[in-house]
């Protein structure tokens, strides 16, 4: 066994990397050769996504991307590519965000070339006929009408707040769109933005596993079939100044709470603060990890709710991730704060707790012992954020993506260890604050709520259960951490009117 | 060390083909250890430097709960397995978890808890040491008891936000008389609100199940097996047998049809669920692997069904179906979302007739082909990482206490031919079978 084992290392460990722009293109490659890897990755992301949608026409990028991942070709019908696709268990899809568009997909080596042409003319040669057109813009209407706003209000909240933080900037649009713009949408409109953003100069393909040595080319060679040209306009995104505490209320019947809580920081993955930050952050609310401190207070000694996180990057579909996904770049980025459901009637406790832990971290800095502990933690987590070919291929590409000059995951133990808790309590006195925040609550009783929130009443909690003497203590300090709003930076939104 | 760090971020490949380790699907060797406390050990070894997936299977889940008002307690099980013991006190065990740097978590099911980590090699032994320790010794208060239970009823009011949660609940609810499968995974909402009052119940179901005998532990990874045997030897030996079977009651058989409302406090397109009684999980049985492929063959992506009220006639915005044998005789589901009020009775016609049509017709056999080779390479292409394949395995286990049943099921399903389907059809899609909920929001 000792021997096959040695024999499967020294057969896996020819691992190369490269990333290429073609001299004959301006397609940019990232290329990710292993061998012996039979799952072969592909990446197609063009440098588009909702900052373009047109105004009247939000969610365009959107429902363009979906035509293409769920829609016929001029060579075969949706069904017809569902059918072949089947026995190779293969497929591909599309992932829309601000600024980019990514499709992806995998297959096994045995069925590369049947999964890649279809995937090839799925965006070269798109149908666009009317009955897919009428299917998917349905469907992204119902999903805003009936998902987003009554069977989330996690996602909900965290769409709202997106479009919150950057208000003001292309960045507000929601990627999903509004009902009234959808509806506005035209398969002409979808058509012109097909042809004029999904180009050559725009294009990043992403290859990874044991490709035949000519596939890069081949695909290059297919690609370049797309116009060539970049008229593209790329604005600055710059947000505005947020003056105090500003609060979006959702107002919906329920009988919970759900708290988003931040603002846009100018803090990017090739700045020398990153990695200071990085490890503040993790310490403050590792996403979906226990040892987040927010986690630990609000739901492990009080048993609020299932949990507490904060991000220093975009973090999408965070019920559903338990790692950062790629392809999700924005700049400037947004420091949040999750405070996932809690009872209705702890709504107010749970800000004042978030808060008042974010006010103790700028204010106090990191403890020694805090930042020792989480300076361990993340040089051996950091090998869980990716941990398979596909994965690693889209932290490759977002090096490209964030200009950075050398790999994000493969040096960041070293960037980690090589902190100081100086540099990381100067980042986060530089780079965080808590007196201009953002915050939308999905909850009922706007009214009672906003009402809370300008008074600074205090907001005792009560449990079902008894509570450690210490807790108790400190819930009296929590119940009376003041909130400065004015009552006219509090706006209440029937949910009916979200993204209407 | 960095070089291996590098490696182990970077590199994780398998062979599924050049080296014929296995002559099933599942293409790793697994080595097995049965202690003398009757806990099962399956160590994988795996190419991946550095890396090792700990998956402590507990083969309880909701079935077990067979007491009147202590539903939820497996999943509630789930959350207290965090608390601690005296060795290992809550914030010690976080404490050693976060300098390990593990991605630690767990989930529950109808038949199964899992509790899952994966780590760096070198804490192999301090984890197994923790783990061990908690799973004999798990110490709370009534303190701690009781404000865990709050988060259980945290989550409960998250998925209830959900349709399809209740739909689902509301199914199981109608469909089953006396049998576990009854209530969720969650519980009962009425049983998970009085969770506070039963903490001495608690520590008896603990005592019940947490036994070795109910528990098989999967390592996956860069593993020697004797050692990590050895391991096992020294930290779980000590653990007493006592594991004291539910008494769950026999569903008895369903005679007529049946059928409910529910109302979503929300908006939402009408959801269908159609559910009809089915076999037990049993990989060595052709009648039952037909039974399991109906799902995908009658309602699947590239089915007849879907193609017409989906794609076509888009009067379904999505429809799916889970034909997935349990532990013990469970349900499966189609289930539709209707865009329009009055199109549900052509969506149920529809359903029936293309029932009556599997059940008369003989499938085209390439499309059954198909079927074969999208379930091979689906079952190969989740085998991406460490964590992956340790993944897969807990269900498995659950229902079968090993994971022989994947080589086992892929053989079986090779000899499926279109008339064990028809006859699959025929048998298992009756209307003495069948349970229909229809979800209506506001």
């Avoid at chain 1, 999903?143 to 009554?150: E, P, Q, V």
């Avoid at chain 2, 594991?243 to 529910?262: D, F, H, L, M």
Wanted: with cysteine; proline share 5%.
């Amino acid at each position: 066994m000792k021997r096959l084992m040695l024999l499967f290392l020294s057969a896996v460990l020819i691992v190369g990397f490269s990333m290429n722009t073609f001299a004959v293109s301006p397609i940019k490659v990232v290329q990710m050769k292993i061998q012996n890897e039979p799952i072969i990755s592909l990446y197609f992301v063009f440098h588009t996504g909702s900052i373009h949608d047109p105004e009247g026409k939000i969610g365009l990028a959107r429902l363009t991307a979906s035509l293409i991942s769920d829609g016929g070709t001029l060579k075969n019908s949706l069904k017809v590519i569902n059918e072949k696709m089947y026995p190779i268990a293969s497929g591909y899809g599309a992932r829309v965000d601000r600024e980019y568009i990514n499709f992806n997909g995998q297959t096994h080596i045995d069925n590369l070339e049947t999964f890649y042409t279809l995937f090839k003319e799925a965006i070269l040669e798109p149908a666009f006929n009317e009955d897919d057109f009428v299917r998917i813009k349905t469907q992204m209407i119902n999903g805003i009408k009936t998902n987003l706003r009554y069977s989330s209000d996690e996602e909900l909240g965290k769409a709202v707040f997106k479009s919150f933080v950057y208000r003001g900037t292309p960045y507000e649009k929601n990627v999903a769109g509004t009902v009234s713009n959808l509806e506005s949408i035209t398969l002409d409109d979808v058509k012109a933005f097909y042809k004029s953003h999904f180009l050559q100069d725009n294009l990043i393909i992403g290859v990874g596993g044991n490709y035949p040595a000519t596939f890069p080319d081949r695909v290059v060679a297919d690609f370049s079939k797309l116009p060539t040209g970049n008229a593209l306009e790329y604005k600055k995104i710059v947000p505005e100044k947020i003056n105090g505490i500003q609060v979006i209320i959702v107002d919906k019947p329920t009988v919970s709470a759900g708290i988003h809580i931040g603002f846009p920081i100018d803090l990017m993955r090739k700045d020398p603060d990153f990695h200071a930050l990085f490890l503040a952050n993790s310490w403050l609310g590792e996403h979906r990890n226990s040892s987040s401190h927010l986690y630990q207070v609000i739901r492990e000694k009080r048993g609020m709710n299932y949990g507490d996180y904060s991000y220093i990057e975009d973090f999408p579909n965070g019920g559903g991730l338990n790692f950062p996904p790629s392809i999700v770049y924005k700049n400037p980025q947004l420091f949040e704060i999750w405070i996932r459901p809690v009872e209705k009637d702890k709504r107010v406790f749970a800000l004042r707790a978030a808060l008042r832990e974010l006010k103790s971290l700028i204010d106090n800095g990191m403890k020694k012992e805090d930042f020792e502990l989480t300076k361990k933690f993340l040089a051996k987590y950091c090998q869980h954020y990716a941990d398979t070919t596909a994965q690693r291929l889209g932290y490759k590409i977002d090096d490209m993506i964030y200009g950075l000059k050398e790999s994000h995951l493969d040096n960041f133990r070293k960037n980690i260890e090589a902190l100081t808790l100086d540099q990381v309590n100067k980042a986060i006195k530089k780079h965080l604050q808590y007196n201009n925040l953002r915050i939308v609550f999905v909850t009922s009783d706007g009214e009672q709520l906003k009402n809370d929130l300008i008074t600074n009443a205090p907001s005792p909690i009560t449990y079902r259960t008894p509570k450690p003497e210490e807790v108790l203590t400190e819930d009296k300090e929590i119940a009376v951490f003041p909130l400065k709003v004015l009552p006219e930076n509090v706006t209440i939104i029937k949910v009916d009117d979200i993204f209407k | 060390m960095k070089q291996r760090i590098i490696l182990s971020i970077l590199v994780f490949i398998f062979i599924l083909s050049t080296i014929p380790l296995h002559s099933g699907i599942f293409p790793f060797q697994v080595h097995r250890k049965v202690l003398d406390n009757g806990m099962k050990i399956l160590v994988i070894p795996l190419p991946n430097p550095g890396l090792v997936a700990y998956y402590s299977v507990v083969r309880t889940g909701s079935r077990d709960e067979y007491e009147p008002g202590h539903s939820g307690f497996a999943h509630f099980f789930e959350h207290m397995m965090f608390r601690g013991t005296k060795r290992f006190p809550n914030e010690l065990y976080q404490k050693i978890l976060t300098e390990m740097g593990a991605a630690s978590n767990g989930y529950t099911s109808l038949d199964l808890t899992v509790y899952h980590l994966i780590i760096t090699k070198d804490d192999l032994e301090q984890l197994m040491d923790m783990e061990s320790d908690r799973f004999r010794n798990l110490e709370y208060t009534e303190q701690d008891f009781k404000t865990e239970s709050g988060a259980v009823y945290g989550e409960y009011l998250k998925n209830k936000t959900n349709p399809g949660f209740l739909l689902n609940e509301t199914l199981m609810n109608t469909a089953f008389d006396v049998h576990t499968y009854k209530h969720t995974t969650m519980g009962f909402e009425a049983d998970i609100k009085a969770m506070p009052t039963m903490y001495e119940y608690s520590k008896s179901f603990f005592k019940r199940y947490y036994r070795p005998e109910n528990v098989v532990l999967v390592v996956c990874g860069d593993v020697v097996p004797d050692q990590v045997f050895k391991m096992a030897e020294k930290y779980y030996s000590p653990w007493e047998k006592g594991y004291v079977p539910p008494k769950i009651q026999e569903e008895p058989e369903q005679t007529a049809p049946r059928s409910g409302n529910v109302k979503f406090e929300g908006k939402t397109l009408p959801i269908l669920a159609v559910g009809y009684k089915g076999l037990r999980y049993m990989p060595d049985s052709k009648e039952y692997v037909a039974m399991s492929l109906l799902g995908d063959v009658m309602f699947g992506s590239t089915s007849d069904f879907y193609n017409n009220l989906v794609l076509e006639k888009q009067i379904a915005q999505f429809a799916f179906a889970s034909f997935n044998g349990d532990r013990d005789p469970s349900i499966n589901t189609i289930m539709v979302m209707i865009k329009k009020k009055e199109n549900i009775d052509l969506v149920k016609q529809t359903i029936a007739d293309t029932i009556k049509k599997f059940q008369t017709d003989l499938m085209d056999s390439k499309k059954l082909e198909d079927l074969k080779n999208s379930n091979k390479y689906s079952f190969l292409m989740q085998l991406s990482s460490t964590g992956d394949v340790a993944g897969m395995l807990p269900s498995f286990i659950a229902l079968t206490g090993d994971i022989t049943a994947i080589d086992t099921y892929f053989e079986t399903l090779g000899t499926v031919t279109p008339e064990d389907i028809r006859q699959a059809a025929i048998k298992f899609l009756t209307d003495n079978r069948k349970t229909e909920i229809l979800l209506e929001g506001e």
